[in-house]
């Protein structure tokens, strides 16, 4: 399997040349087009319980799309929101993704929802996250640019900027400071990391976009 990613950091897409008998996986409605007699079926990833799962509290689709073509061709895949793609190559390990950001995967690549705490619930970002493990390619998408930030001791962000991160970094979710403070200085909940890893962050938010449009939208 050959893939290119283009167009980050405004509007990126993913492009993969499959082999004969070669096939990749991606998240429900990403296809932007195709080669003439690429097949695709639809499939529950993982089983029904965690496809469940990750429907209900991971913001992933239900199932996913699994495309094959008989002597080889390409298929391009587009996230629903304006912004990055990325990739990662993973060789037995485990990467962290939150809720919306898996974009597509090939074989070997398994899908868990995990939970992420009661405090996750008010984080604005969802109670759980998705636990990729396995051998093979994954990619993940954002809202606007990534950056990659190497983290040794620790990092504070708010919820809403976080992509992925490695498993080696541990969390909390809390406040900024005092209950004052996180009510009333407009930052809410914020993950702190600690130990030494990578995190990828997104420099936009779905939030912070409603939020501005909200006086728009005002008849």
């Given at each position: 399997?050959?893939?290119?990613?283009?167009?980050?950091p405004?509007?990126?897409?993913?492009?993969?040349?499959?082999?004969?008998?070669e096939?990749?996986?991606?998240?429900?409605g990403?296809?932007?087009?195709m080669?003439?007699?690429?097949?695709?079926?639809?499939?529950?990833?993982?089983?029904l319980g965690?496809?469940?799962?990750?429907?209900?509290?991971?913001?992933?689709s239900?199932?996913?799309?699994?495309?094959?073509?008989?002597?080889?061709?390409?298929?391009v895949?587009?996230?629903?929101s304006?912004?990055?793609?990325?990739?990662?190559?993973?060789?037995g390990d485990?990467?962290?993704?939150?809720?919306g950001?898996?974009?597509a995967?090939?074989?070997?690549?398994d899908?868990?929802?995990?939970?992420?705490?009661?405090?996750?619930?008010?984080?604005?970002?969802g109670?759980?996250?998705?636990?990729c493990?396995?051998?093979?390619?994954?990619?993940f998408?954002?809202?606007?640019?990534?950056c990659?930030?190497?983290?040794?001791?620790?990092?504070?962000v708010?919820?809403?900027?976080?992509v992925?991160?490695?498993?080696?970094l541990?969390?909390?979710?809390g406040?900024?400071?005092?209950?004052?403070?996180?009510?009333?200085?407009?930052?809410?909940?914020?993950?702190?990391?600690?130990?030494?890893g990578?995190?990828?962050?997104?420099t936009?938010?779905?939030g912070?976009?409603?939020?501005?449009?909200?006086?728009?939208?005002?008849?």
């Amino acid at each position: 399997m050959k893939f290119e990613i283009e167009g980050n950091p405004d509007y990126g897409q993913l492009t993969v040349d499959l082999a004969a008998g070669e096939t990749i996986a991606a998240e429900g409605g990403a296809m932007a087009w195709m080669s003439d007699g690429m097949q695709m079926n639809s499939r529950l990833l993982g089983g029904l319980g965690r496809a469940l799962i990750r429907k209900c509290f991971g913001g992933e689709s239900l199932f996913v799309g699994e495309y094959e073509h008989p002597a080889g061709g390409r298929v391009v895949f587009s996230p629903s929101s304006p912004g990055s793609v990325c990739h990662r190559a993973l060789q037995g390990d485990t990467f962290i993704l939150t809720a919306g950001s898996f974009l597509a995967c090939s074989p070997g690549i398994d899908l868990k929802t995990r939970f992420g705490g009661l405090k996750a619930l008010f984080s604005g970002e969802g109670a759980f996250v998705l636990e990729c493990r396995g051998t093979g390619d994954l990619f993940f998408n954002a809202y606007g640019a990534v950056c990659e930030r190497q983290v040794d001791g620790s990092l504070t962000v708010d919820t809403g900027h976080v992509v992925a991160w490695e498993p080696s970094l541990s969390y909390t979710i809390g406040g900024m400071g005092s209950l004052k403070s996180t009510l009333f200085s407009g930052e809410g909940l914020v993950m702190k990391f600690t130990g030494t890893g990578t995190i990828w962050l997104q420099t936009r938010t779905m939030g912070g976009l409603a939020g501005w449009l909200t006086p728009f939208c005002r008849g």
